[in-house]
């Protein structure tokens, strides 16, 4: 049973003068004693903590008795913040200053597509802090991790080319909302910056990655990809053989929910 009362929505200002933004967060509380790992949702490009996926993994949260954070990037959702001036360092910053102002001691993280990015190099900023939140394990929707140079770079038409280079940005047809999809050149040339795939990723801890096989966004061939650059961690891949890039069926949410499950340690 879960209860209203375990739930706050607050925001947290990120960055100073014109760089900063309100970030909306809800915060689930633990109701175990031994509150365990807080679930830390991490959503995909355009996608807000009012998805299915997130919604159900801070319902999940709330039977286990769990603490659960969901949130907005900048430009997504509630949170304030232009779109267009989204980048992934600056996505970034926004997740760890939610993990600052939360300050979970263990933490379960869950990136879905580009949030899988973002777990990703959340791991690597967290382990070069003397204190930080443990991370007990990572679930990877989907994930993207380097899409900008690994997907979308490498298509690019000629038209989007040169949009990019005369407007600083390309339009693309969205599948799942009828405003197109919106790339910059910032997001792009960013995204060079941030990139996890060029060496070995040492997350040090277990990961289950869940990809559907007619992902027609981020190919499974991606998801394989990425588990060459985890050889040090116990990965575990389930690929959906019928599963979309959403994959927020009923069907796919219960295997979601074992993902996680598997990674909460005893207590």
């Given at each position: 049973?879960?209860?209203?009362?375990?739930?706050?929505?607050?925001?947290?200002?990120?960055?100073?003068?014109?760089?900063?933004?309100?970030?909306?967060?809800?915060?689930?509380?633990?109701r175990?004693?031994?509150?365990?790992?807080?679930?830390?949702w991490?959503?995909?490009?355009?996608?807000g903590?009012?998805?299915?996926k997130?919604?159900?993994?801070?319902?999940?949260a709330?039977?286990?008795?769990?603490a659960?954070?969901?949130?907005?990037?900048s430009?997504h959702?509630?949170?304030?913040?232009?779109?267009?001036?989204?980048?992934?360092?600056?996505?970034?910053?926004?997740?760890?200053?939610?993990?600052?102002?939360i300050?979970?001691?263990?933490?379960?993280?869950?990136?879905?597509?580009m949030g899988?990015?973002?777990?990703?190099?959340?791991?690597?900023?967290?382990?070069?802090?003397?204190?930080a939140?443990?991370?007990?394990?990572?679930?990877?929707?989907?994930?993207?991790?380097?899409?900008?140079?690994?997907?979308?770079?490498?298509?690019?038409?000629?038209?989007?080319?040169?949009?990019?280079?005369?407007?600083?940005?390309?339009?693309?047809?969205?599948?799942?909302?009828?405003?197109?999809?919106?790339?910059?050149?910032?997001?792009?040339?960013?995204?060079?910056r941030?990139?996890?795939?060029t060496?070995?990723?040492?997350?040090?801890?277990?990961?289950?990655?869940?990809?559907?096989?007619k992902?027609?966004?981020?190919?499974?061939?991606?998801?394989?990809?990425?588990?060459?650059?985890?050889?040090?961690?116990?990965?575990?891949?389930?690929?959906?053989?019928d599963?979309?890039?959403?994959?927020?069926?009923?069907?796919?949410?219960?295997?979601?929910?074992?993902?996680v499950?598997?990674l909460?340690?005893?207590?």
């Open positions: 049973m879960t209860d209203a009362a375990d739930i706050t929505q607050k925001t947290t200002t990120v960055g100073s003068g014109s760089s900063a933004r309100e970030i909306a967060i809800i915060h689930r509380a633990a175990r004693k031994k509150p365990g790992p807080a679930f830390v991490l959503g995909g490009y355009r996608s903590m009012a998805g299915t997130a919604v159900e993994l801070d319902a999940f709330g039977e286990l008795g769990l659960a954070i969901r949130f907005d990037y430009g959702g509630i949170s304030g913040g232009v779109f267009r001036e989204g980048t992934i360092s600056r996505w970034l910053e926004e997740a760890i200053a939610v993990l600052d102002d300050k979970p001691k263990r933490v379960i993280l869950v990136g879905s597509s899988g990015w973002i777990a990703l190099r959340l791991v690597q900023e967290l382990r070069k802090r003397k204190k939140a443990k991370i007990d394990g990572i679930v990877l929707i989907a994930p993207a991790p380097d899409f900008t140079a690994e997907l979308i770079e490498p298509s690019l038409t000629d038209k989007e080319r040169q949009s990019l280079a005369e407007r600083g940005y390309f339009e693309e047809h969205s599948e799942y909302s009828p405003e197109p999809n919106i790339y910059t050149r910032d997001l792009i040339e960013d995204g060079r941030n990139l996890v795939m060496g070995i990723i040492e997350t040090g801890c277990p990961v289950h990655i869940l990809q559907g096989m992902d027609p966004d981020v190919p499974y061939a991606h998801a394989l990809k990425l588990v060459e650059f985890l050889p040090a961690d116990d990965v575990v891949l389930t690929l959906i053989r599963g979309d890039h959403r994959l927020s069926r009923p069907q796919d949410i219960e295997k979601l929910k074992t993902a499950s598997g909460i340690l005893n207590d």
